[in-house]
């Protein structure tokens, strides 16, 4: 049980103080209490005489500056321009609005017409192209030339495509032959020489 507490040490050398020691070192000390009086300490301010008042200090305007005469004249000329500026720009705008009242009209009248003949059973008026006929004829030609041109490209490939294929196969019927002959019997050309003589 000795190990679990800690071992008591007599070192000269270790000094500890404590607060009685501190007391004893401290000088005395007393403490001075003032008395003060709460009227000095809270005093209520006082209130300022009514006699003074406050004026508002006026400043003198300053003095109104004066156009000269060509300035004026300026301005008159200006204002002159820009009347009739609005008067060039009102007539413009009543020149329009005029315009589309009337493009207003004229479809309305239109729309009114077209209702009528839809009432009516009136079928619409069937428009003609106004095409020249040697135009449209030269159209037709042109278009039958390209069809044609391109039939006889596509006959010539296909042509073309067939003898690579029939070529094709003969190689490979050739390359057949050569490799699995077919067999000989007995009277045919060449029996004899391949398999009894022995002929290569």
């Known amino acids: 049980m000795s190990d ?8 000269p050398d270790l000094i500890v103080e404590t607060d009685e020691e501190e007391e004893l070192l401290a000088p005395d000390v007393t403490e001075v209490v003032r008395e003060i009086d709460t009227e000095d300490v809270f005093e209520k301010p006082k209130k300022k005489s009514s ?22 004249a300026k301005l008159a000329a200006a204002r002159e321009k820009a009347l009739a500026t609005r008067r060039a720009n009102a007539a413009e705008k009543k020149k329009v609005k005029d315009l589309e009242n009337k493009v207003n009209e004229k479809q309305k009248v239109e729309k ?21 006929e040697t135009v449209i004829q030269k159209a037709i030609e042109e278009a039958l030339t390209r069809q044609e041109m391109a039939r006889q490209k596509r006959k010539q490939a296909k042509k073309d495509k067939l ?8 190689a490979q019927e050739v390359i057949r032959q050569a490799v699995y002959p077919s067999k000989l019997y007995a009277g045919d ?4 020489s391949k398999h009894i003589y022995n002929f290569q």
């Open 4 to 11: 679990v507490l800690p071992e008591i040490v007599n070192d």
């Open 51 to 72: 006699t003074t008042k406050i004026v508002p200090v006026k400043k003198e305007p300053k003095p109104k500056r004066q156009m000269s005469e060509a300035h004026k």
């Open 163 to 170: 003898e690579e294929e029939i070529a094709k196969a003969k």
């Open 112 to 132: 009114i017409k077209k209702l009528e003949d839809t009432l009516n059973d009136v079928p619409p008026p069937k428009q003609k192209a106004e095409i020249d």
């Open 189 to 192: 050309q060449g029996f004899a």
